[in-house]
């Protein structure tokens, strides 16, 4: 399996009076097409790792590896042109902007990296929000869709730019048994069936064993990872 | 639409009325910007235009920059001795061969120039005395230097030349003698002489103290009454650019020997009463921008704090913090733009509304509208003024913005 995503002795630590370590000495490596699932308890720096992973929080020293490039040395401009053309984010409380309609926050990023004409980007928008089951919701803004729906919006806009890793934290903490089986099938299908990287912090057991792998953190180590 | 642009308009209607007032503020700005600019260079304009019109460009007076030494001190320059109570050479006061002198700049191209003998005299009729400056001038020289012509409510100045004894008063200080055209009056000078003239013009400049103290006669006939023969004591020159007039004063001093004063220089103080005039008045209008800037630094600020979950998403998606701050920036430019289209729409107005208003200065006997200017110019620098406000006040927030760190705001956000 080609690697996408390394961590190389990552730690990251909060300055201030009393330094805060987050994440301790952290090395992996996810393959390309994997379901990697990152449980632990709270407070235990599983979601810090999570934005280390997704180029969100910069390292207090280690190196973060995506798609063969060290991203140690990367400016603030450079980060953000990589997590927009190949990362994808998903979070616990979807963050759709809320004045925006459904069809316009997934076209959000494909607007932002402009490789596509607004008719391609309209387009396939449409196309991966009708996938999501969706397609009848496309000029609805956020507050009038439930949950569940919402956060099927956040990994349409997610995937808007087809990026290599989707990295998504606590996707279904907000959601109910039902939509947080739907959120997890979904995200199952984006690895196994489209063959991108994903990577989920989540607390749901039965979320977690969805995936091909689950790495336990504990005190901002890993503790497992199998 | 660009997106940075899209995403701003949403964030000025999510907060309606704030952004409203916010452009309300900038636009009444510039409103008042450019009603007060038009106002004051209006004024000045007008001021400069009565100037030049009617004031001559340069006067050659019967005066030295620098008085000339007197015989004496010629005589003994640099001796031991110094000689004190000194009587100065006695002459008739007056410009010493005015008529060379006039030819001389006659000569010059675009110069129009007209010898004058002013004094004091008194104008006496029924029991009333009033004293007045007579100008004794050469009418058909005269009507190339002034437009006094122009101001005749009846007869001419031409009228003095076919009647030798003919005066001519403003309508003002005929109305205070009881006077009219063709009634005789007599004039007394300093001299003791006392002559009878009548009455062949009236006119009417609307400034009461010309109306009221100037008179005009044939220059003989003033020569005569002042007892200054073959004097003038003032050359009033017009020319075809009034702004060349500081340059060629100064050439036509350095020839003739007299004091040459261009119009400039005997306005020095006015002038720079007006410069100061318009910084004080650019200051407090400007002012107003300024105050109409913090509101939108208010608003902006406001969306700042209120979108911060929303500058964190559009970060972690890949908008650089540049993206972010243009957002901003825009929202700043749409209020200071759209503000100022509604601002200038307004200072039309209110120029317009101004420009029909009548007023009565002190020492003007008519209503005159107020003088407002239009110009390009001052809407430009209105609205410049504003966007650099609108800009300045956006500034900071923005900046705030594009600091936003993503994480910062989605830790908080999940736990």
Do not use: C
């Not at chain 1, 953000?80 to 409380?93: D, I, Y």
């Not at chain 1, 609805?140 to 919006?153: A, C, E, I, N, T």
């Not at chain 2, 001519?168 to 205070?176: E, F, M």
């Amino acid at each position: 399996m080609t690697e996408v995503l390394r961590a190389e002795r990552v730690t990251r630590v909060l300055p201030g009076a009393i330094p805060v370590t987050l994440v301790r000495d952290v090395s992996l490596s996810i393959g390309r097409g994997e379901f990697v699932s990152i449980q632990g308890p709270s407070g235990s720096g599983k979601s810090s790792l999570l934005y280390l992973l997704g180029l969100l929080d910069s390292p207090s020293a280690g190196k973060v590896w995506l798609d063969g490039v060290d991203t140690s040395a990367f400016g603030e401009d450079e980060l953000a042109e990589v997590r927009l053309e190949k990362l994808g984010f998903v979070f616990q409380f979807h963050f759709l902007l809320p004045e925006f309609t459904v069809l316009e926050n997934v076209m959000l990023p494909m607007a932002r990296l402009g490789r596509l004409s607004p008719e391609e980007r309209s387009e396939r928008a449409e196309t991966l929000i009708a996938d999501l089951g969706l397609g009848d919701q496309l000029r609805k803004r956020p507050d009038q869709l439930s949950g569940g729906q919402r956060q099927r919006v956040a990994i349409a806009r997610a995937m808007a730019n087809e990026p290599l890793v989707i990295l998504a934290d606590e996707p279904t903490g907000n959601l109910d048994t039902a939509a947080s089986a739907n959120v997890q099938q979904i995200l199952s299908r984006v690895a196994h069936d489209l063959n991108r990287t994903v990577v989920a912090v989540t607390h749901d057991s039965d979320f977690a064993r969805a995936g091909d792998r689950i790495i336990r953190i504990v005190d901002g180590r890993i503790e497992s990872d199998g | 639409m660009p997106l940075g642009l899209r995403i701003a308009l949403v964030h000025l209607t999510s907060r309606r009325r704030q952004s409203l007032m916010s452009l309300l503020g900038i636009a009444l700005g510039v409103a008042f910007f450019m009603a007060v600019s038009s106002l004051m260079r209006g004024s000045e304009r007008d001021f400069i235009e009565r100037l030049v019109d009617s004031a001559p460009h340069i006067t050659v007076s019967d005066e030295f920059r620098t008085l000339p030494p007197q015989p004496v001190t010629l005589a003994y320059s640099g001796g031991a001795v110094a000689l004190h109570g000194l009587k100065p050479k006695t002459e008739t006061r007056g410009i010493r061969g005015y008529r060379q002198k006039l030819a001389f700049i006659a000569d010059m191209p675009g110069v129009r120039v007209a010898p004058v003998l002013s004094g004091q005299a008194i104008l006496t009729f029924a029991g009333k005395e009033q004293g007045v400056t007579i100008n004794g001038v050469v009418p058909e020289l005269m009507a190339g230097v002034s437009d006094i012509d122009e101001k005749f409510v009846a007869g001419s100045l031409d009228a003095l030349s076919a009647d030798p004894n003919g005066i001519v008063i403003g309508r003002a200080l005929a109305r205070k003698l009881y006077l009219d055209m063709g009634d005789s009056l007599n004039i007394s000078s300093p001299t003791g002489l006392v002559r009878t003239v009548k009455i062949v013009g009236l006119f009417e400049t609307g400034t009461s103290a010309v109306d009221e103290n100037q008179a005009y006669v044939l220059l003989k006939r003033a020569q005569a009454l002042l007892g200054r023969t073959n004097r003038a004591n003032r050359l009033v020159i017009q020319l075809d650019d009034p702004y060349a007039a500081r340059e060629l004063a100064t050439a036509i001093e350095s020839q003739v020997g007299y004091r040459a004063q261009s119009w400039q220089e005997a306005s020095e103080n006015l002038m720079s009463v007006l410069l100061i005039r318009n910084i004080i008045m650019y200051s407090v209008v400007s002012a107003i921008l300024v105050v109409a800037a913090f509101g939108i630094f208010n608003v902006i600020s406001t969306v700042v704090m209120e979108k911060r979950r929303d500058i964190a998403i559009l970060k972690s998606i890949g908008f650089h913090a540049k993206d972010v701050r243009r957002i901003f920036l825009a929202e700043g430019a749409i209020i200071g733009g759209a503000g100022s289209l509604l601002g200038i729409a307004l200072g039309y107005g209110l120029i317009a509304a101004l420009g029909v208003v009548k007023i009565h200065p002190p020492g003007v006997s008519q209503a005159v509208n107020m003088p407002v200017y239009w110009g390009i110019d001052q809407i430009l620098m209105g609205v410049a003024f504003a966007m650099i406000s609108a800009a300045g006040a956006a500034y900071l927030p923005a900046r705030k913005a594009g600091r936003v760190h993503p994480v910062d705001i989605l830790r908080g956000g999940m736990t």
